[in-house]
């Protein structure tokens, strides 16, 4: 089993940062890459960012340039930086981890970005 809390959500103004962390807990042996997701009111949840255990880093496009996923693998803690925060950015955002076939997903915290 593996647990993941986020938190950092909160309520920003348009141009300004957050940063989302996620601790993770439990058998982690099995998990390989570390995921954040969005999920906008009326939208499909989406991939956002995710890092592997050797740090490699991939983005979706409409965040490349302002977000930065990275983890600190002693204190199992995935973090996203956000930057340049606009609108459109607001959603809840969700920590993911698989292992083998089996998915986690943390509760997931609300960003709203104020324009």
């Known amino acids: 089993q593996v647990q993941l809390v986020e938190s950092g959500g909160g309520l920003v103004q348009a141009g300004g940062s957050l940063r989302l962390s996620c601790a993770a807990s439990?058998?982690?042996?099995?998990?390989?890459?570390m995921e954040w997701y969005r999920q906008a009111p009326g939208k499909q949840r989406e991939l956002v960012a995710v890092?592997?255990?050797?740090?490699?880093?991939n983005y979706a496009d409409s965040v490349k340039g302002r977000f930065t996923i990275s983890r600190d693998n002693a204190k199992n803690t995935v973090y996203l930086q956000m930057n340049r925060l606009k609108s459109e950015d607001t959603a809840v955002y969700y920590c993911?981890?698989?292992?083998?076939?089996?998915?986690?997903w943390g509760q997931g915290t609300r960003v709203t970005v104020s324009s």
């Open positions: 993911h981890a698989k292992a083998g076939i089996i998915n986690y």
């Open positions: 890092i592997s255990t050797d740090g490699l880093t």
């Open positions: 439990g058998t982690m042996f099995r998990i390989k890459a």
